[in-house]
């Protein structure tokens, strides 16, 4: 069966700095992998995925990921934070033969201080 | 873009009610999906639906059901509502017509009371 792992539940930082959102998976394949953003009171926006290719993803918002496969990671960094990208982040991984059920971690929430 | 509607963002049933929350989507998705959020342990899937009338339980499906009698819409049923239902409840759709596994589109949810 898949999982995801994130193991940090708050991160804090500075607006400007660099952030990067830790995220591990397991499962016996290459994944299908997701990050989605959660804002306060919303649901969940997809900011990238990976399916296959290159392994540095762009992503909205300024968002990048790599999935690693030596390490089981696909984390989330982004250069320079906003006061706007405080929010919830999930990591997702799917099955990579077609199956529509993904596994969420339990997610990183997100503050900004100025 | 893809749209996804939940009928409600605030519920507030009592014990013991039958509750439907329903979702439609506007793409002509095969696939749709329900899960619940809650602190600390993310999202888990309740059930989700292949296709019109088709539905498989997810993770956690006790004291709920669902159904879809149209492609647009997928409803969640809690049979007799309980405190432990209480949460927020979160509607997803996916379209399938494609090789590549595309990801799941999401309302902006309902949170769900149970008194």
């Known amino acids: 069966a898949q999982s995801v792992t994130q193991p940090d539940i708050h991160i804090t930082v500075s607006e400007g700095a660099s952030l990067e959102l830790r995220c591990n998976y397991s499962?016996?394949?290459?994944?299908?992998l997701f990050w989605y953003v959660q804002s306060p009171g919303q649901g969940l926006q997809l900011l990238l995925k990976?399916?296959?290719?290159?392994?540095l993803v762009q992503g909205i918002k300024g968002f990048e990921a790599e999935f690693k496969r030596s390490q089981s990671s696909f984390n989330l960094r982004k250069p320079s934070v906003h006061w706007s990208d405080a929010a919830e982040y999930f990591c997702?991984?799917?099955?990579?033969?077609?199956?529509?059920?993904?596994?969420f971690g339990t997610g990183t929430r997100l503050t900004i201080i100025p | 873009d893809v749209k996804v509607t939940q009928s409600s963002r605030y519920l507030v049933k009592r014990t013991g009610e039958k509750v439907f929350l329903e979702c439609v989507q506007d793409?002509?998705?095969?696939?749709m999906f329900w899960y619940r959020q809650d602190p600390g342990l993310g999202l888990r899937l309740i059930y989700f639906?292949?296709?019109?009338?088709?539905?498989e339980k997810g993770d956690i499906p006790e004291g709920y059901s669902v159904s879809r009698e149209k492609k647009e819409r997928f409803s969640l049923i809690l049979e007799s509502a309980s405190t432990n239902q209480t949460s927020m409840y979160l509607c997803?759709?996916?379209?399938?017509?494609?090789?590549?596994?595309?990801?799941?589109?999401f309302g902006d949810g309902t949170r769900l009371s149970i008194l």
């Open positions: 997803a759709s996916r379209d399938t017509a494609s090789y590549s596994n595309q990801p799941q589109h």
């Open positions: 499962y016996g394949a290459t994944p299908y």
């Open positions: 990976y399916f296959s290719g290159d392994t």
């Open positions: 997702a991984v799917g099955a990579n033969f077609g199956n529509e059920k993904l596994t």
């Open positions: 793409m002509d998705h095969e696939n």
């Open positions: 639906s292949y296709d019109v009338k088709m539905k």
